[in-house]
């Protein structure tokens, strides 16, 4: 039979340190004032903080520390919780033991403290009960220490402020004048927010569980595990996103998308969020939009020095159609938006057809597809060509009637950006056949196609020579693991420049077809994709793979990182036994 859980009253007659009278009178103030009973006692001077901490800690089930005794003091040890989590929430932090952080705090039933302590130290706590004297004597004279998540020093205001000050007010404010809003979740969602971009993370991910909320960060194409949150904290969180995002708060069984504008130290940060109904809740994703990541400049997209040349040269052409191509995330939308913000002058009249719009330039008329009123792909770009544009970027040609356009636009003089869903760059040709498009509309169109994917780059901080390579990595590649290239391979380390990862932000490989004689006519006879290829390699195009292992041998990144892409050609050849 379970234990009858005594109250704190009960506990302090029982230990000696208040009498059955003194807590009577203690009850009495402590309903008049509507305080708790250890802030009456305190009050009256009938009992101390020490005998009422350890009253807390026998309630709780937990141990009481008395941080005045020699044993105790020693084993304090402030430097692993920074300053202003020390005393914003009042904690001594006493130790690690096994991956576990031990603290000693005065209120062990301050549970929405200990919630949020867990998410900013992203560590295992282990509570013990000091008095709320003896903290503060620890704590005096204490100065900044700790790092939190991306090794940066993570300076708060109090959990209880609506919102951070690095996060726009104004665009808060019409959100935070909710009665009803707990501002403590306010500034959670707000803290796990600006950490994610502070991290360089691509996406938030927000997925209940039966027993938790997972939050996770996708940083450099990789989904970690930042955190799990109580579950009774989901609605709570879910609300708030929702609420910021213009989100139907009370509808749960559809789908919805919104979007999010808020500063983050200085930067306006765009956030693409969408909701959709699961199991467990609904899963909320924020896609970090920022304008600096489609500005880097034709250089830094991981350009050969021969590629570079042929890019420039392409995408100044007075006509043609220009496809990239690829699976979702690898970069397609950056690498032309790129190419835009190149040849976005007084000159030339850019237009875009995109679903969705996600980054707004100055200069460049950009055009939502809006399907429910029939404001489609199609419907724009016969409009566009009654703009007289220079240059139309189509977000990506999804069937025979956006391809025929697109190829109209340019048969008349305009030069056509685009994207497609294809593994390579000779595909591209025989999917457009496929859609329903002629051949000859192919062959005479199109001017290059260019197939990329992305892949992580190694910390130039800590990097090192590879040891203990895989023999079916670099044969997938194309490296001999007995040749002296072996030697050039670089390997991740970790440190903290890179939050311990060994890479730090991501680069494309490329293939780059030109569209010469022997590949129009291989399009214009319908050809196979892997005729095409072979072709295309003969006359000059260097693989996805190929590109891939310059930059393995160049230290910028790994077999392992390449490989990834590399498998599904080697794989289908026959070449490597895996």
Not at 61 to 88: H, I, M, T, W, Y
Not at 120 to 127: I, P
Not at 511 to 516: A, D, L, P, V, Y
Request: net charge negative.
């Amino acid at each position: 039979m379970a234990r009858k859980r005594l109250k704190l009253g009960e506990i302090l007659v029982q230990n000696g340190a208040l009498s059955s009278a003194d807590l009577e009178e203690g009850l009495k103030a402590a309903s008049a004032s509507r305080k708790r009973l250890g802030e009456a006692l305190l009050e009256a001077g009938v009992c101390d903080d020490t005998s009422i901490a350890r009253a807390l800690a026998e309630q709780a089930g937990l141990p009481f520390v008395d941080l005045n005794e020699k044993s105790s003091a020693q084993r304090v040890d402030l430097n692993l919780v920074p300053d202003d989590l020390r005393k914003r929430f009042k904690i001594v932090p006493l130790g690690e033991d096994g991956g576990r952080l031990h603290l000693a705090i005065g209120d062990p039933m301050a549970l929405d403290a200990l919630d949020m302590l867990r998410f900013r130290l992203n560590r295992e706590l282990v509570v013990e009960v000091a008095s709320p004297s003896a903290i503060d004597a620890a704590l005096d004279g204490s100065e900044g220490g700790g790092r939190n998540f991306d090794g940066q020093s993570f300076v708060t205001d109090s959990i209880d402020a609506s919102v951070d000050s690095s996060v726009d007010r104004s665009v808060d404010k019409s959100i935070d004048v909710d009665a009803g809003e707990d501002s403590r979740m306010v500034t959670l969602v707000n803290r796990i927010i600006e950490e994610a971009v502070r991290n360089r993370a691509s996406d938030i991910h927000i997925e209940p569980m039966p027993d938790r909320v997972v939050l996770r960060y996708r940083i450099d194409g990789v989904c970690t595990v930042r955190d799990n949150l109580p579950k009774r904290m989901q609605a709570a969180v879910l609300a708030r996103l929702k609420l910021m995002a213009g989100i139907n708060i009370a509808e749960k069984r559809i789908p919805q998308d919104g979007r999010i504008k808020l500063k983050v130290d200085e930067s306006q940060i765009d956030f693409r969020v969408s909701s959709c109904p699961a199991y467990h809740g609904e899963s909320i994703v924020l896609r970090i939009l920022r304008p600096d990541s489609v500005q880097i400049g034709l250089a830094n997209l991981g350009f050969e020095p021969d590629h570079l040349e042929i890019f420039n040269r392409v995408i100044r052409r007075p006509n043609g159609i220009f496809l990239v191509t690829g699976p979702t995330g690898s970069g397609k939308t950056t690498t032309l938006y790129t190419a835009l913000d190149e040849l976005n002058r007084p000159d030339k009249k850019i237009i875009t057809a995109e679903d969705p719009v996600e980054y707004n330039f100055k200069g460049i008329n950009q055009c939502q597809v809006r399907e429910s009123i029939g404001f489609t792909f199609a419907s724009i770009l016969r409009s566009m060509l009654r703009q007289a544009p220079n240059v139309i970027l189509v977000g990506e040609i999804r069937d025979r009637e956006v391809a025929e356009i697109a190829i109209q636009a340019a048969l008349t003089g305009h030069l056509v950006f685009s994207t497609l869903h294809t593994n390579d760059a000779p595909s591209a040709i025989t999917r457009l056949i496929d859609m329903g498009v002629k051949p000859f509309l192919v062959a005479s169109s199109i001017q290059a196609i260019m197939a990329q994917r992305l892949v992580r780059v190694l910390c130039k901080h800590c990097k090192a020579p590879a040891q203990d390579l895989d023999p079916k990595e670099l044969q997938l590649i194309g490296i001999d693991p007995d040749s002296p290239e072996v030697d050039q391979i670089m390997a991740p380390v970790g440190c903290p420049k890179c939050e311990n990862i060994g890479f730090k932000g991501r680069r494309a490989i490329f293939e780059f077809m030109k569209m010469n004689s022997e590949v129009r006519d291989l399009a214009f006879q319908r050809a196979p994709a892997e005729e095409i290829r072979a072709v295309a390699i003969r006359t000059g195009m260097r693989t996805l793979v190929d590109d891939g292992r310059l930059k393995t041998l160049a230290g910028s990144t790994t077999p392992a990182e390449v490989a990834r892409f590399a498998q599904a050609e080697f794989l289908t050849s026959g070449n490597v036994d895996i």
